[in-house]
Nanobody, 118 residues
Framework: QVQLVESGGGLGQPGGSLRLSCAAS????????MSWYRQAPGKERELVAV????????NYADSVKGRFTISRDNAKNTLYLQMNSLKPEDTAVYYC???????????WGQGTQVTVSS
């Protein structure tokens, strides 16, 4: 059974930091690109950051570049998102995504709420 379980969300202060984690199970983690998406109320889900299967390449949305860092620990089957210099506009539900082009396989987590407010 495939599972992606996010954790680490909650209330963050403007200018503060939060770290999200996504624990993966039920599939071969090392064969998948991993991403973080987010969806704010009334808005479309958007890609925040993506990391290749080996972790050698990462890309970010312009809105988070320089503030967020995506990483993965393939030994622990875990994806991370370090979020620094938080802004109120970072408030959203954050989703973990696994994607593999071969076979067009894709999995989603249930999401974790991040709220940035003073």
């Amino acid at each position: 059974q495939v599972q992606l379980v996010e954790s680490g969300g909650g209330l963050g202060q403007p200018g503060g930091s939060l770290r999200l984690s996504c624990a993966a199970s039920g599939f071969t983690f090392t064969r998948y690109f991993m991403s973080w998406y987010r969806q704010a109320p009334g808005k479309e889900r958007e890609l925040v950051a993506v990391i290749t299967s080996g972790g050698g390449s990462r890309n970010y949305a312009d809105s988070v570049k320089g503030r967020f860092t995506i990483s993965r620990d393939n030994a622990k089957n875990t994806l991370y998102l370090q979020m620094n210099s938080l802004k109120p506009e970072d408030t959203a539900v954050y989703y973990c995504n696994a994607y593999r082009g071969t076979g067009n396989m894709e999995y989603w987590g249930q999401g974790t709420q991040v709220t940035v407010s003073s």
